[in-house]
């Protein structure tokens, strides 16, 4: 079975669409530190209440996990314990049966993990590209189906029939 790493925000759950809305009411600068101190500072309670579930997702999940293909792991950016606190309680009301690997911000998905032969799905092309260089799967969510160079899927038990 291939180790399956799959991201949060902008895959599980339109989280990050919900927090750079908010960024924008605020007019928060788009330099990285501006960012970064406004995303320590979000209420991710609020954040996770006004997002939602992308394209079933969980269930989806549940189907990988069910197919038998893959050893399955949620794999999400976080800059607080908080908000890994409430990442980590929202999956468990959907999941009892996935590893949940939160990974500091200012730290690389590709260093947690290891990456060789192992699959990624994630709606950010840096982390793919970080992934693909030390020997990893890449593979985009995007709801638009623009793979930027990668193989793309919009729904994530699309992976069953993709490996």
Not at 141 to 149: A, E, S, Y
Request: proline share 2%; net charge negative.
């Amino acid at each position: 079975m291939k180790n399956l790493y799959i991201d949060f925000d902008g895959v599980i759950y339109n989280s990050i669409e919900v927090s750079y809305k908010l960024a924008e009411e605020e007019n928060v600068s788009k330099d990285y530190e501006s960012y970064y101190q406004f995303f320590k500072n979000l209420d991710w309670c609020d954040v996770l209440e006004k997002s939602t579930e992308i394209n079933d997702a969980f269930n989806c999940i549940k189907k990988i996990i069910d197919s038998g293909k893959f050893n399955v792991f949620i794999l999400t950016h976080v800059i607080s314990l908080k908000e890994a606190e409430l990442k980590i309680g929202l999956i468990r009301n959907h999941l009892d049966d996935v590893t949940i690997i939160p990974v500091p911000k200012r730290v690389s998905k590709n260093k947690m993990v290891k990456v060789n032969g192992a699959i990624l799905v994630d709606d950010y092309p840096e982390n793919l590209r970080e992934w693909e260089r030390d020997g990893g799967i890449s593979v985009r969510f995007d709801l638009d189906m623009d793979g930027k160079g990668f193989p793309v899927i919009c729904k994530l038990d699309e992976l069953v029939e993709m490996f």
